[in-house]
């Protein structure tokens, strides 16, 4: 027992020894963030899927390795011999998004850094509740005009390559801008409308239509384009219907259909500004306003 604590010793004096801390720290810390990355990119889309397939893949090799099971052994490892191929092809959505971050000016280590603080202040509260209600406006007044319009609203997942294929706005929410944008004879109703950070950023954009085979043949292309773009980001996507004036949500691949003005305003408020995790400051300055608006 002594030989093994003096051995133990030995190889954490000769670890400090041998240690820069300059360069070996820089390491250690560039790894760290790059996996922070990674876990990022792939928490709460259809990577964590995946991943959870390719673990199930890794456990099924080890029991066929202990079971003797040959043919499973030799399948499993003509995966594994060609698993950075195949990694690059499955995940090629997040792969691209994860580069397009990367080269954006607001993103990579930059927006790690002052992320929170653009996150989490006060206007930038108010920012998001003038969009979300000025949507929620916009929405009642196409409604009576029976004209449909698909709203996206981006959340963490910057939408790069979706805003250049439409018209770059950079404009203060309103319903009058909103509903503008969407009048059937507007040159840019035909389209998806990006709010980005509270403000209406581009509009007239072209979405991703989903593959999903369950989704309903009355649903239209305005709908399966919001699917898909919520099967593809983190996006809140908001379609109303020219046909039956009904309002839907798509998020996460999910369509959820039938909001008023009041649940709409709710329920994006409850997605896009409340979230279990944020700093109790930021509650305190939420519960604020609340209180005030009750008074008023």
């Known amino acids: 027992m002594a030989a093994f604590f003096e051995n133990l010793w030995q190889q954490i004096v000769g670890f400090f020894v041998t240690y820069n801390w300059i360069s070996d720290t820089l390491d250690i810390l560039l790894v760290a963030l790059f996996l922070y ?114 709203v996206v609203m981006e959340r963490t997942t910057r939408l790069g390559e979706i805003v250049r294929s439409g018209t770059i706005m950079e404009a203060e929410p309103s319903a ?34 989903t593959d999903n085979l369950q989704i309903s043949r009355e649903l239209g292309t305005r709908h399966r384009a919001g699917v898909g773009m919520s099967e593809n980001s983190d996006a809140i ?22 909001f008023t003005r009041d649940t709409l305003i709710k329920t994006l408020a409850d997605r896009i500004l409340w979230n279990d995790d944020e700093p109790e400051s930021l509650k305190k300055i939420r519960h604020f306003r609340i209180t005030r608006k009750e008074k008023e």
């Open 37 to 150: 990355f990674i876990i990022r990119l792939v928490r709460d889309s259809r990577a964590e899927q995946l991943l959870r397939g390719i673990l199930f893949l890794v456990l099924l090799y080890i029991v066929a390795y202990f079971l003797q099971l040959k043919t499973v052994q030799f399948l499993l490892q003509a995966v594994f011999d060609n698993g950075l191929l195949l990694l690059i092809v499955v995940f090629q959505p997040e792969v691209r998004r994860a580069l397009e971050q990367a080269g954006n000016s607001r993103s990579g280590i930059s927006r790690f850094f002052d992320g929170f603080k653009a996150e989490n202040n006060a206007a930038h509260i108010e920012q998001w509740n003038k969009a979300i209600e000025a949507t929620a406006d916009a929405l009642e007044i196409l409604q009576k005009e029976k004209m449909g319009a698909l």
């Open 237 to 258: 996507v908001i379609i109303l219907s020219e046909e039956t004036g009904m309002i839907s949500i798509a998020e996460g691949g999910e369509l959820k259909r039938n």
């Open 176 to 209: 009058a801008l909103i509903s503008a944008v969407f009048y059937n004879k507007a040159p840019l109703h035909d389209g998806a409308m990006i709010i980005r950070d509270g403000k209406v950023y581009a509009a007239s954009c072209i979405l991703p239509l």
